[in-house]
């Protein structure tokens, strides 16, 4: 079996835990869904209470499951010695190389690359993605509508009820899906999966612009004429094909009317914004389904024509909201402006996806932390910049909330309601770095970018949808991108992860920073303490799913990078990870797990994202090509799994070549 153990202590008995999910209470502490009696934590470090996203490695207290470029490792931390379950991708999708010099028609096969797992009900959810074209490009080849970019996506559904360490999964189900994958989330044994397919508009376009050959000698206004008669005989054509290379249903109540995608932007002169810039489907299907193993897994469809930029799907119960981002250009004034379309649709039915409601707001967000459900409204933060001085490039920026109200479920579908929005609530040279919402408060930091670097903590009341208003305003040290509400000694308080920025020798100098901030008086926050690192980087930045907090043992665990220019002029760059004690007056490392240490910075083919968990007071952490486990008490190492004994994945190659 290729992989390499290490282990020095006595083989612990595995025990099954079970996983209660608490109510989403005014103050909750679960993040780490903590088992009280043995400080265990393994379940997801999501969003919201009863939601998992999409992820690469995951946990249901006896085993852990980790997505390493086209295997699924398998193994029970408790005891590595039981050994280690292998299931291979490629075996069930081979990949294919043509031989370029050859004139022999071939298809050639990239090697599948999982994407996302989803675990519950004793089933595990596998996403794989993987390229193919056709060589050569046959003579008179008709390019489609939909280009997919030659990547096929597909769903694996593995009953792990009763898992055989040294053997494969067992499969029940599988299903090609129509699109790349975009993003999922699970509740339970339902999974709902983004796929996106994008559209070559330029298909119906081509005959429309002025230098066709029958527009030769035309006046404007002739132009125009003939244009749109061109465009009028061609669209039925058009709208026929790209349905028929969508696969959709035989009808489409389950599709969002383009007509709903109404700007609010009404300035001349921009660029931008297509409103047949792809379509995502909506897929979903309930995993504890008795599935078969010839692509019949039963699937449910919507989905929706989008704008812009960028999709970050937010999941909340039986709500599911789909942004699109537009970002508009004016090529006269040199004004940047943005606005997000929402999409939602209503899951009540079970299994199926419905669209329910639509509306646009002004600006941008960054990802699903900036939006947020709470009873019948959807809160979301935007931004907006605005471009001051063209040739340099400089920007101010607005920074809003904006409450929408959803349409009665009983009066069937409708708009999004706009019912209040907040002032501009951060600096007008600052970015927002985190959002975090609870019930009827917002918590955001704000970065700031002039030279004074004015950082800001600020909290909303959002109790009145109608006038939601900042009241508690903080000057921090530095900013944060992830921020978590948590409970010591019944106070409230957030606890942020993020940077701090010195000026030093005409320069900055950045240092990783872990603050807690008193909130108990929402008017009055106040930073009681906080401990900075020159040099590391936190993962936290962009991934939440890597913060792993212990209420129990008020400890808090982060992957953490550091590079360090030594004296012969060669970087040193070391990944692990930092386990904090977190108390009411101070944070302080508790000890630190290195995973590698490196002299350049790589691209692989196969790499885990950084993670955490804790079962049976051993600590699990799992980053790019090992996993390691350490006694959660003292810091001493007990095991190491290496991931890439007989792959070679981890072969440093130019930063240039794909990230597997």
Known sequence: MPTSLEKKNPTKKVTKLLRNKPSRSRLSTRTSRANSEMGDSYDQNSQND???????ILSDGTYIYAAYGDIIYTWAPADATQGISITSMTEELPE?????????????????????????????????????????????????IIND?????????????????????????????????????????????????????????????????????????????????????????????????????????????????TSSIEEPNLTGADLLGSFVHVSMFNASTDFGLDDDTPLTFAGAFTAGYGQAIYLDDDFLALPG??????????RLLSETFIFGFDLSIEDRATPFCYGHVPGALRDNYYMDKWGGLLRIVTSNQFITDAVNWTATYTHKIFVLELPNILHGPGKLSLIGETENLADKDGIISGVRFFEDRAYISANGLSSERNHEFIIVDLSNPNTPVSIGHLNTSGYFSYLQLIDIKSVPYILGAGYETE????????????????????????????????????DAYYDSLAVRYLPESNKLILPASKSEYNHNGIYNYTDGFVVYDVNETSISPAFYITHSTTVSICRYNGIVPARSFVIQSELTTIQGHTAITTDMDSGIFISKIDLDVGFNYSVCDPWWYYDY
């Open 96 to 144: 294919n190389e043509c031989d370029p010099n050859s004139t022999e028609a071939c298809t050639s096969t990239t090697k599948p690359s999982i994407s996302a797992l989803f675990i519950g009900d004793s089933r595990l959810t596998v996403i794989v993605s993987q390229t193919s074209w056709n060589y050569p490009i046959p003579k008179n080849y008709t390019f489609p």
């Open 325 to 334: 981002h537009v970002f508009k250009y004016n090529d006269t004034s040199a």
């Open 149 to 261: 970019f030659a990547t096929k996506a597909y769903v694996f559904i593995y009953d792990i009820s009763e898992v055989t360490l040294g053997f494969p999964l067992k499969e029940i189900g599988r299903k090609e899906l129509v699109g790349d994958f975009l993003d999922g989330r699970s509740i339970g044994s339902h999974t709902l999966i983004a796929t996106v397919s994008y559209i070559d508009a330029s298909v119906f376009t081509k005959d429309l612009t002025r230098s066709r050959s029958q527009y030769c000698g035309l006046d404007s206004s002739s132009y125009k004429a003939l244009a749109a008669e061109t465009a009028l005989k061609q669209v039925e054509s058009f709208a026929k094909q790209m349905v028929a290379e969508l696969k959709l249903a035989s009808d489409c109540s389950k599709i969002f009317q383009i007509s709903m995608m």
């Open 503 to 538: 000026e030093m020798d005409g320069g900055w100098q950045m240092y990783a920073m872990v603050s807690l901030i008193d909130v108990s008086i929402p008017s009055s926050p106040k930073e009681i303490t906080s401990f900075n690192d020159a040099g590391p980087s936190y």
């Open 50 to 56: 009863r939601e998992n996203e999409q992820d690469k």
